[in-house]
């Protein structure tokens, strides 16, 4: 046994080699170090940013209120707007072809309408009909047709108070948002390999279960990413809800600020910083997200999997 | 088990199935053999009615597959009578197709829990001794993407059989797998054919259908070329056609 280690061959002997020289990452990094310090140089002598007044000003009553306007906009309007953006979807890939035409004619519609121009049509829902009643349609047709008067509505709603305000902006987003939901969710519906939903049949799982169980949540992986874009998006855009109009929302109030103070650029630079924040906080949340539907897909082993494969190797070593 | 007479299948102008004519008994385990393209997998998907076939009757069990017959007059069959249909047919693909979102485990239970509506840790109970039966007991917790290829496929098999079915369809179970791992594969399909199970086997693999097989099938250009005891029929065989197939498989 002591020959053997004697005799192991030594290891083989390292490459000692001099390196590629790249002149070129030093050049671009001293062109980049040189374009910071000049940023950072502007932003300190220059005096019109007016740093105190901005950190006095940004975290202010009105401007918080704006921030959780704008925050709960934005979650609402896509939470709804992937709710009816995946029934949008679904509708699409059904083989009644009236069903899918009319998919397809909203994802026409709603994505060919710019939002600040579907925000304010929204807004003046009010102006088109006074009220609105839900009812039996045609009914005033439908019933002198059987020879008798009234109508057959239950519940009517004014249509001025609807449609102001908060309501009216979500509806828009919601509207908006649900067209290019749809896109993304039949994306990821067709992802999925079609032998996924041949196994479920084979299984005898219905068409619904088969959706719901087995093709979306394999979707999901590919509906997270642009459905994270989507929601930074309407993040920015709820600044659009000035067309409702919408006053309590963020960018409105900072500028508010700006304009009856008549500083304009530390509020704009304001806005800027509050944009990131949200964003980033909504990055993170994607991030979870993400997590969650990779299962099954990524190397990292889950909990269960390391216990059972301590068991394993605990029951080898005997 | 199974009953074919005179299947006929197409897809637009090509007819893959030429009338088909088959019986597999109970506990009878029957391997289709033939070149690619000859019809014999897609024979197998039209039993548990993946594919609708055009012309002919195909029943499994005593029941018309895809359709009611009354009166002299088929209607098809509702998607959940289909459904319901195909909870007693297993079926084994190629590809494995699992579940990649899901355990082992989980793939095993999701159909019994979800269709049968069974109780989860009555499931769990089930899924655990099924993939003890298959060998994986001790894999149960793992993706489909941390197991080899006969894992994967051995999961498939365990997954079909947690639906308690009458008949298993195994569309070249082995054909994807690394040579290696193909006899594991086997293995448990032999297990399966020894306890009395009724299978229908779309196969390369020659010396399964020699040992196991009760009947050999060969299928070239969508007809059923010779039929019968598999070691006949890979000694002796009567056709042409199957000759010249054997000896380039053989």
């Known amino acids: 046994m002591a020959s053997d280690t004697t005799t192991r061959p030594a290891p083989p002997e390292q490459i000692q080699a001099v390196p590629v020289r790249h002149p070129g990452r030093w050049i671009a990094a001293a062109v980049i170090a040189l374009l910071i310090a000049m940023f950072v140089h502007m932003l300190l002598t220059n005096p019109v940013f007016q740093w105190g007044f901005m950190f006095d000003n940004m975290f202010s009553p009105p401007v918080l209120r704006g921030a959780r306007t704008t925050l709960i906009m934005t979650v609402l309007a896509m939470l709804l707007g992937i709710l009816l953006g995946i029934v949008v979807a679904i509708m699409r890939l059904s083989p009644n072809p009236v069903v899918s035409g009319a998919s397809w004619a909203y994802v026409w519609f709603f994505r060919a309408i710019p939002r600040i121009v579907l925000l304010f049509f929204c807004a003046n829902l009010g102006a088109l009909y006074g009220t609105y009643n839900i009812g039996i349609p045609f009914d005033h047709q439908l019933m002198s047709l059987l020879g008798l008067s009234g109508d057959l509505r239950f519940l009517g709603l004014d249509g001025n108070q609807i449609f102001t305000g908060f309501f009216a902006g979500l509806l828009g987003l919601t509207l908006s948002e649900a067209a290019y939901m749809a896109e993304i969710v039949r994306a990821g519906i067709q992802a999925v390999d079609p032998g996924q939903t041949e196994a479920a049949s084979a299984l005898g799982m219905g068409r619904g279960k088969t959706l719901r169980r087995i093709v979306l949540p394999q979707a999901m992986r590919v509906i997270v990413p642009p459905t994270g874009n989507e929601t930074i998006a309407m993040l920015k855009d709820t600044s659009l809800l000035i067309a409702v109009p919408v006053t309590s929302e963020l960018n409105f109030q900072l500028r508010a600020i700006g304009s009856r103070t008549f500083q304009i650029i530390p509020m704009a630079v304001a806005s800027i910083l509050w944009y990131l924040a949200l964003s980033s906080l909504l990055m993170i949340g994607q991030h979870f997200i993400e997590r969650r539907f990779s299962r099954g897909f990524g190397s990292r082993e889950t909990r269960a999997q390391r216990s059972e494969r301590a068991a394993r190797t605990v029951g080898g070593s005997h | 088990m199974v009953k074919a007479e005179g299947v006929h299948k197409s897809f637009g102008s090509i007819e893959v199935l030429k009338g088909i004519d088959l019986e597999v008994a109970p506990r009878e385990v029957m391997c289709i053999i033939g070149p690619s393209g000859s019809g014999k997998s897609t024979f197998l998907r039209c039993v548990n009615h993946l594919e609708k076939i055009n012309s002919g009757r195909l029943s499994v069990d005593g029941h018309l597959v895809g359709y009611r017959e009354k009166g002299g007059k088929l209607y098809e069959l509702r998607e959940s009578e289909v459904a319901a249909q195909r909870r007693d047919i297993g079926m084994v693909f190629q590809r ?145 056609r199957t000759k010249s197939f054997l000896s380039k498989v053989l």
């Open chain 2, 96 to 240: 494995f197709n699992l579940f990649p979102h899901m355990t082992a485990l989980e793939n095993v239970i999701e159909a019994p829990a979800q269709v049968k509506g069974i109780r989860k840790e009555a499931c769990r109970d089930m899924g655990a001794t099924l993939l003890e039966r298959v060998g994986l007991g001790n894999r149960i917790q793992s993706y489909p993407n941390q197991l080899s290829g006969g894992q994967q496929q051995r999961v498939a098999i365990a997954r079909a059989l947690a639906m308690e079915p009458k008949l298993m369809l195994f569309d070249e179970p082995t054909s994807a797998l690394d040579p290696e791992l193909v006899g594991e594969v086997l293995d448990v399909m032999r297990g399966l054919a020894e306890s009395g199970m009724t299978m229908v086997v779309v196969t390369h693999e020659m010396g399964f259908a020699r040992e196991v097989g009760d009947t050999l099938v060969f299928m070239d250009d969508g007809v059923v070329v010779e039929a019968g005891d598999p070691r006949q029929v890979l000694t002796d065989p009567q056709h042409e």
